[in-house]
């Protein structure tokens, strides 16, 4: 049974930074392609950022250079460093697992697999 497990979410003021983790479970970690997805109130789910089996990265234009997606195949655990947020950066965080790159990329196919999310909150 593939289980993901997000942590490291919270209130922080803009500026700050945070660091979330998502932990996999039940399936060849290494093989998958991995991605961090965000849902605001009243917004679509968007892709943030993803990281394929070779460990190949993409961001979304809105996370460039601020945020960094990477993978502890060893830990089986998804990170995704947050720094300089802003209070547009406010949502649910929702980590990904799908063979399929583009589906953790776009979400589109729908990924297979979601963890139960992790809510960042980012005050001005």
């Known amino acids: 049974q593939v289980q993901l497990v997000e942590s490291g979410g919270g209130s922080v003021q803009a500026g700050g930074s945070l660091r979330l983790s998502c932990a996999a479970s039940?399936?060849?970690?290494?093989?998958?392609?991995m991605g961090w997805f965000r849902q605001a109130l009243g917004k679509e789910r968007e892709g943030v950022a993803a990281i394929d089996s070779d460990g190949s990265t993409s961001y979304a234009d809105s996370v460039k250079g601020r945020f960094t997606i990477s993978k502890d195949n060893a830990k089986n655990t998804l990170y995704l460093q947050m720094n300089s947020l802003k209070p547009e950066d406010t949502a649910m965080y929702y980590c990904?697992?799908?063979?399929?790159?583009?589906?953790?990329?776009?979400?589109?196919?729908?990924?297979?697999?979601w963890g139960q999310g992790t809510q960042v909150t980012v005050s001005s």
């Open positions: 039940g399936y060849t970690y290494s093989s998958y392609c």
């Open positions: 990904a697992a799908d063979h399929r790159l583009g589906a953790v990329v776009t979400g589109t196919p729908w990924p297979n697999y």
